[in-house]
């Protein structure tokens, strides 16, 4: 089945604790990206990448990092999270011709920093 | 400022009528106009697209309908079902622009549909 697999599903932690949230796609897609999703903002792009070790800053980019050392993983790091970054994280994949144009969504991570 | 804007949080409609779901923008750059549902513990899931060259497409209980020059596009659903009770998102794109950075979302709205 195809499909972006995103782990872990629920995710409580500390400010200041380090994590990394990891994605995976089966459907052999150049482009994946990372989104949040928070009350009313809709979802507001963190990082994409549009091929293997092809990384860029989206639109809230601040306190996050990703890498893209193989097609099919792009994990997500929070350094040092900090309350702010409590939300609903989407990671989504496309083929590179229509990176915007049909995406494929996991099933989002529910972070709470404390 | 959000260049993409759903001025409805929420929208409840009884079964079997027509839901209809708002959507403006304000970047004129935009060229390419998507909407996304999204159930509860899902991610969102792509509906239907519109192309800036169109001013209607239709899929099924579904049309997408683009004013370009009122800078505003709505999805009608008709007949509403049950099962299409979830958040619709509104999405647009500049894809002559980098187009990894350009698919700018609303803030999304709820439906609910009532048997």
């Known amino acids: 089945e195809a499909q972006v697999t995103q782990n872990p599903r629920y995710l409580i932690t500390v400010t200041g604790k380090k994590l990394t949230v990891t994605c995976s796609q089966n459907?052999?897609?150049?482009?994946m990206s990372w989104y949040r999703q928070d009350p009313g903002l809709g979802l507001r792009q963190i990082y994409y990448s549009m091929n293997v070790e092809v990384t860029d800053k989206g639109d809230v980019p601040e306190g996050y990092k990703v890498s893209r050392k193989e097609k099919r993983n792009f994990p997500l790091i929070l350094e040092s999270p900090s309350p702010n970054q409590t939300s609903l994280y989407f990671c989504a994949s496309s083929p590179v011709d229509r990176p915007n144009e049909k995406l494929f969504f996991g099933s989002g991570t529910q972070l709470s920093v404390l | 400022d959000q260049q993409v804007k759903q001025n409805s949080p929420s929208l409840s409609v009884q079964e079997g009528r027509i839901s209809i779901l708002n959507c403006d923008y304000t970047?004129?750059?935009?060229?390419?106009f998507l909407w996304y549902k999204k159930y509860p513990a899902e991610g969102p899931t792509f509906l239907i697209s519109?192309?800036?060259?169109?001013d209607k497409n239709e899929d099924g209980r579904f049309t997408v309908f683009l004013n370009k020059s009122a800078k505003h596009l709505s999805l009608h659903i008709v007949p509403s079902q049950p099962g299409d009770s979830a958040v619709y998102f509104c999405a647009a794109s500049a894809r002559f622009k980098n187009a990894g950075n350009m698919l700018t979302f609303g803030g999304g709205t709820r439906l609910m549909v009532k048997p």
């Open positions: 519109i192309s800036s060259i169109k």
């Open positions: 459907m052999n897609h150049e482009y």
């Open positions: 970047n004129s750059m935009f060229d390419y």
